[in-house]
């Protein structure tokens, strides 16, 4: 999302979390420059200085992309009817509210009228095999969003979300372990278009709802998952 952001002209500025380091090691890769600042998105404090040590790179933003999800392993992976309070309350802070909590923290700097927040999603309307509590948590963002569409909406500011199809990252390899949980290949098998799990597609549907090709579209979930949620 950040390259093709770069690619296109953008300025970015990146969250990180837990290390710095590791994130301002990914940037060089980046074509542009992007500074980094870190985030723990259930620090109060962090948040209630966010806007300042973002402000201190850009004075407005133009948007706000949300991809922050967390689940402690008990909360994931079949572990469903056992899972206590702390780890769903872990799971909801970080995956749910965090929306919430970042859209507000960085609400002074957004541009108004004509900003947009845009939030990464995992279709939540049916519950999925190991996914757990995330799919919980995913039900709870996609309300999430529709409230803050209500709520910002007054002063311009699109919020929408982006739910894509299984991608490989470290985050989604934690509840595909099993050696013959090929839940891409089956994912690949139902979508009409194919899904090559690849990041691109939700990247570019990313950046056209930051754009102002969707003037008039919040509160709104686009699948980027090959057409897959409209099959049987
Ligand atoms: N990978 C998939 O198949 C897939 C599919 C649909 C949606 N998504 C969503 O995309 C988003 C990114 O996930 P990913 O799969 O790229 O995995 P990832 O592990 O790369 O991303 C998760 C991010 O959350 C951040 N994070 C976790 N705890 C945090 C905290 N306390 N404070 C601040 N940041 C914190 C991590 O630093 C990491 O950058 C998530 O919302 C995920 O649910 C992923």
Redesign the pocket.
Known sequence: MARLALENGAEVVL????RVSLVERLVRRLPGPAPVVG????DPEQLGNLADRVGEHFGELDGVL?????APPAALGGNFTTTTWPDVATTLR??TY?LHSLSIALLPLLRKPGSSIV????DSSVSWSEYDW?GVA?SGLESCARYLAYYLGPQGIRVNLV??????????SEFTKEPGDDFYATWQAKAPLGWEADADPVARACVALFSDWFPATTGEILHVDGGAHAVG
């Open positions: 969250t990180a979390f837990p985030l723990d998105v259930t949300h991809s922050i999800a967390y970080t995956s965090s939030g990464l999603d995992f995330m995913k739910a894509a199809g299984p991608i490989r990252t470290m985050a989604a």
